[in-house]
């Protein structure tokens, strides 16, 4: 199974971004989807998670201005990322719970990532 995220870039405070990251492999199905991201000298931190079930949970910092959202059928997750500050500047990673053909037990991958710069 390999994750491969995409969407990053560079942006002016204010701008918009749209992330994808897409799932791959020999996936049964995939649970909980979820965003991370880390800037340079601080912690990986939770940006934003979805559930099998589509509830969504988000950073304090993010809310109202990220939305995450699923494609099942793509097992594709979204982070449309609106009002960008230059504070959100980041590498910004997807993970996901996933069930490989012929298992059962649920794993956690992680994608590369992608590059999100803020400009002021």
């Given amino acids: ?14 701008g918009s971004l749209r ?4 799932a ?3 996936i049964l199905y995939i649970n909980r989807m979820a965003w991370y991201r880390q800037a340079p000298g601080k912690q990986r ?18 809310k109202g201005r990220f939305t995450i959202s ?20 980041a590498v910004y990673l997807c993970n ?4 490989q053909v012929g298992t059962y037990s649920p794993r956690d991958f992680w ?3 992608t590059q999100v710069t803020v400009s002021s």
Avoid: F, M, W
């Avoid at 994750?3 to 870039?9: D, I, K, T, Y």
């Fill in 1 to 14: 199974v390999q994750l491969q995220a995409s969407g990053g870039g560079l942006v002016q405070a204010g």
């Fill in 24 to 26: 791959s492999g020999s």
């Fill in 111 to 113: 994608g590369k990532g």
């Fill in 96 to 99: 996901a719970v996933i069930v």
């Fill in 45 to 62: 931190e939770l940006v934003a998670v979805i559930t099998g079930g589509g509830s969504t949970n988000y950073a304090d910092s993010v």
């Fill in 70 to 89: 699923r494609d099942n059928a793509k097992n594709t997750v979204y982070l449309q990322t609106d009002t960008l500050k230059p504070e959100d500047t």
């Fill in 19 to 22: 992330l994808s990251c897409v």
